[in-house]
Each structure stands twice: as structure tokens, then as C-alpha cells.
């Protein structure tokens, strides 16, 4: 059974900072490429950060470029999403995304295995 156990949202103020931890089961986390999405009310999903490989692969919306940071420590399964410099229109439900390696090609808001979600909140 694969399970995404995200953690460390909440509520920062404008130009604060978040870490958020993503921690796999039931998968070969090594080889999965592994993603962050956000989803604010009455928009969709979009990517925020994804890493297919080493942290060479990683890839950013251009809205977070600069201020966000994919990282990933496969000794213990677990992505993180390091966000610095954060605005308003940073809030969000932010979901940990596994990609089936062997259909892996992209990152589009639908495939693979999904968190339940953490509420990131930055006020003004």
C-alpha cells in the first residue's frame, strides 16, 4: 500500500518561510520521480517543484523560482519542499506527488500517487 504523509504546513507571515516534509511508503522511493503541486480555492492544480533525479532535474513554476527548493533524501524516503520569501498568493493546499517511473513523462496535475494535502497560509 503507498502512502504520502505530508507535514509541516500552516500559517506564516508575508516574507516568512515553511518547510514542508513528504514521507513515502510502500514504494522504491529512489526511483520515483517525486513532485510538489498546490492547489488554491477555485483554481487548479498546478505544479510548484519536481525532481526526477538528482538536483540537477529539478524543475520550478516560474512563480516560486528563486524562493522555493525541491530537495529529497532518499535514505529516508522523504521530499521536501523548502519555501522562503512567501506571499499571499503563495496560500494553498500543497500536495506530495509520486510519478510511476515506467509512464513517466511530464508532470501533469493527474498521475501517480497523491498526499492528502497541507494547508500552507501566508498572511498579508
Known amino acids: 500500500q503507498v502512502q504520502l504523509v505530508e507535514s509541516g504546513g500552516g500559517l506564516v507571515q508575508f516574507g516568512g518561510s515553511l518547510r514542508l516534509s513528504c514521507v513515502a511508503s510502500?514504494?522504491?522511493?529512489?526511483?520515483?520521480?517525486m513532485g510538489w503541486y498546490r492547489q488554491a480555492p477555485g483554481k487548479e492544480r498546478e505544479l510548484v517543484a519536481g525532481?526526477?533525479?538528482?538536483?540537477?532535474?529539478?524543475v520550478y513554476a516560474d512563480s516560486v523560482k528563486g524562493r522555493f527548493s525541491i530537495s529529497r533524501d532518499n535514505t529516508i524516503n522523504t521530499v521536501y519542499l523548502q519555501m522562503d520569501s512567501l506571499k499571499p498568493e503563495d496560500t494553498a493546499v500543497y500536495f506530495c506527488?509520486?510519478?510511476?517511473?515506467?509512464?513517466?513523462?511530464?508532470?501533469?496535475?493527474?498521475?501517480?500517487?497523491w498526499g492528502q494535502g497541507t494547508q500552507v497560509t501566508v498572511s498579508s
Open positions: 506527488n509520486a510519478k510511476i517511473p515506467r509512464t513517466f513523462s511530464g508532470w501533469d496535475p493527474v498521475s501517480g500517487y
Open positions: 510502500g514504494i522504491l522511493f529512489g526511483a520515483y520521480p
Open positions: 525532481m526526477d533525479g538528482g538536483p540537477t532535474t529539478a
